[in-house]
């Protein structure tokens, strides 16, 4: 292994969670905590983190009701529960659980999003991230769509002695690709280590990555450990990462080409002026994101 160490500058613990809707009780670790801020992970905006949460059965899916979106992208990743969608383009759809839905919202799009019916009758363990992933500005006003990117479509690499596997949702590792299209380069992994398992992973020094431990217990590049719920955040210097397992874990792996534009975010809109923010809230209350039934 190389000695061009990409090394950690924090490991973040979970900040208190609050509530999207009755729905979703997410760990908000971008770009809330000022050490990363609107631009530390970029193309990577926002990260929503649903830590496990046992949800009661309930008669009523819990969720978030219709909203809009512009600017931007939202990527889904279910890894306990099932979530549904219903849009304003008549697209609606379940995300199983490993499973990932990759919308992009761009021009807008009003959706809901919420626990899935079967679920929510039966109730059970929850866990999922929803990240933003920014647009560069000549893409903003694109046409929305859906990649809806089931497990057995990821890039699959297993790792030497079946200790574990990499799942690579956008981008590649070992010449193994994902099958997500995006609009920047970037890297969405989950790694899925055995106890006492290591993968390496090679990013470019200046891509922003950051490891969020889903399960277990993992160290990175033999430096102290980082237990579950924790968000590895890295130095912008060196390209080299050996993970390291101490329990069995699940890591979701980030690391994306920084889109050096301004931002303008406010709610649920992303852009690069304060204009573009105005015209969005004057396009959604003119009706120009469409319609969709509570
Ligand atoms: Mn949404």
């Known amino acids: 292994m190389s000695t061009n160490l990409k090394h950690v500058k924090s490991i973040l613990l979970p900040p208190p969670y ?7 009780r997410v760990h908000n670790f971008f770009p809330q905590l000022p050490v990363i801020g609107l631009t530390g992970m970029s193309p990577f905006f926002l990260m929503d983190y649903n830590s496990k949460w046992e949800v ?24 306990h529960g099932k979530i549904a969608h219903h849009d304003s383009a008549g697209n609606s759809g379940v995300i199983g659980e490993g499973d990932v839905q990759w919308m992009t919202a761009a021009s807008g799009v009003l959706h809901k999003e919420y626990h899935e019916k079967e679920f929510s009758m039966k109730g059970g363990l929850f866990q999922m991230v929803q990240l933003w992933v920014n647009l560069p500005a000549k893409c903003k006003m694109t046409p929305a769509k859906y990649q809806a990117i089931e497990n057995k479509d990821m890039g699959k690499f297993t790792l030497d002695g079946g200790k574990g596997i990499v799942e690579i949702i956008a981008g ?22 055995s106890k006492g398992a290591t993968a390496d992973f090679s990013f470019p020094s200046n891509y922003n990555t950051g490891f969020l431990v889903i399960d277990g217990e993992v160290s990175v ?4 450990p980082a237990s579950e719920d924790s968000f590895i955040y890295f130095e912008n210097k060196g390209t080299e990462i050996r993970l390291e397992a101490r329990k069995d874990s699940t890591v979701l792996i980030l690391s994306g080409e920084p889109i050096n534009e301004p931002i303008a975010s406010h709610g649920p809109f992303v852009m690069n002026t304060d204009e573009e923010i105005k015209e969005a809230y004057e396009d959604y209350y003119n009706g120009k994101f469409g319609y969709l039934e509570d």
């Open 172 to 193: 590649e590792y070992n010449g193994v690709k994902g099958p997500a299209f995006t609009f920047t380069p970037m890297n969405v992994f989950n790694a899925k280590l």
């Open 56 to 79: 009661p059965a309930s008669d009523r899916q819990r969720g978030v009701g219709v909203h809009p979106h512009r600017g931007f992208e939202t990527v889904s990743i279910a890894y």
């Open 18 to 24: 609050h509530m999207v809707g009755d729905g979703f």
């Open 221 to 224: 590049n033999s430096e102290k």
